[in-house]
């Protein structure tokens, strides 16, 4: 019972440490808006140009414009409009369509579609090589980790 309480403990620090990324996706849908998502599928921010937007009872975004927003169970992002996303065995996006993020061994996104991002040793971005998709970017917040 011990060891089972302790692992309990890791794991939700673990998850709460994952949970804090300052990265996400910004994916832009139609008319200019776009919904930026974190690493881990949680909506971070709305950018809104035109267009109503809509809450479910959760208070989870669930319409942006002409936009639907779906989640899964664990109250992920799997769908914005018609562009799906997917998730990794530790909950990290990993698709967005048809675009493939990588991450390195710190959790720490190196890759969107054909776009390469290196870090210094400090974890601050110091390069993107390539470019992102003509419909998402990467966005961070310097200095966090």
Same mark, same amino acid.
């Given at each position: 019972?011990?060891?089972?309480?302790?692992?309990? &403990?890791?794991?939700?620090?673990?998850? $709460?440490?994952?949970?804090?990324?300052?990265?996400?996706?910004? @994916?832009?849908? =139609?008319?200019?808006?776009?919904?930026? /998502?974190?690493?881990? %599928?949680?909506?971070?921010?709305?950018?809104?140009?035109? %267009?109503?937007? $809509?809450?479910?009872?959760?208070?989870? @975004? /669930?319409? @942006?414009?002409?936009?639907? &927003?779906?989640?899964?169970?664990?109250? !992920?992002?799997?769908?914005? %409009?018609?562009?799906? &996303?997917?998730?990794?065995? =530790?909950? !990290? @996006?990993?698709?967005?369509?048809?675009?493939?993020? =990588?991450?390195?061994? =710190?959790?720490?996104?190196?890759?969107? %579609?054909?776009? &390469?991002?290196?870090?210094?040793?400090?974890? !601050?971005?110091?390069?993107?090589?390539?470019?992102?998709?003509?419909?998402? !970017?990467?966005?961070?917040?310097?200095?966090?980790?």
């Amino acid at each position: 019972m011990r060891k089972l309480l302790l692992l309990l &403990v890791m794991f939700s620090i673990f998850n $709460a440490a994952h949970a804090l990324s300052s990265d996400a996706i910004e @994916v832009f849908i =139609s008319h200019g808006n776009s919904v930026s /998502i974190s690493t881990i %599928g949680k909506v971070l921010r709305l950018n809104i140009t035109s %267009g109503a937007i $809509a809450y479910d009872n959760l208070n989870r @975004v /669930i319409q @942006v414009g002409d936009a639907a &927003v779906m989640y899964d169970e664990s109250s !992920r992002v799997i769908q914005i %409009g018609n562009i799906s &996303v997917k998730y990794d065995q =530790s909950s !990290r @996006v990993i698709n967005i369509g048809n675009i493939t993020i =990588s991450y390195d061994f =710190s959790n720490r996104v190196v890759k969107i %579609g054909d776009a &390469v991002i290196t870090y210094d040793s400090l974890s !601050r971005i110091i390069n993107i090589t390539g470019k992102t998709p003509d419909n998402m !970017r990467f966005a961070t917040v310097p200095g966090q980790t």
